[in-house]
């Protein structure tokens, strides 16, 4: 029942911006640690972003000063803010997030990935 369901994805030139959204929905009790990874053809899945339940967070270096990931826990919803993007950049997005459910089991989820390309 529970679902990470993303949005926001598309086409943008270069130097644009986009920003993705990832929504938490079902029986979530709470919602702890929720990241973005993106994953191009022929490269490994790799950690874009993460944003602790406090709201610390962290930042490849690639994307360091350009990208913001920010979380909205009334809502359990978890947003990335890419600007200046890149060729570069273009992969397919995912979202993760780490929640519990209502009777207390903590399990890792994941978005159904949205595409991310940007042009020259």
């Known amino acids: 029942q529970v679902q990470l369901v993303q949005s926001g994805g598309g086409l943008v030139r270069a130097g644009g911006s986009l920003r993705l959204s990832c929504a938490t929905s079902?029986?979530?009790?709470?919602?702890?640690?929720m990241a973005w990874y993106r994953q191009a053809p022929g490269k490994l899945r790799e950690l874009v972003a993460d944003i602790s339940e406090t709201g610390a967070a962290n930042y490849a270096d690639s994307v360091k000063g350009r990208f913001t990931i920010s979380r909205d826990n009334a809502k359990k919803t978890v947003y990335l803010q890419m600007n200046s993007l890149k060729p570069e950049d273009t992969a397919a997005y995912y979202c993760?997030?780490?929640?519990?459910?209502?009777?207390?089991?903590?399990?890792?989820?994941w978005g159904q990935g949205t595409q991310v390309t940007v042009s020259s």
């Open positions: 079902g029986d979530i009790a709470g919602v702890a640690s």
């Open positions: 993760y997030a780490s929640l519990r459910r209502s009777w207390g089991n903590w399990a890792d989820y």
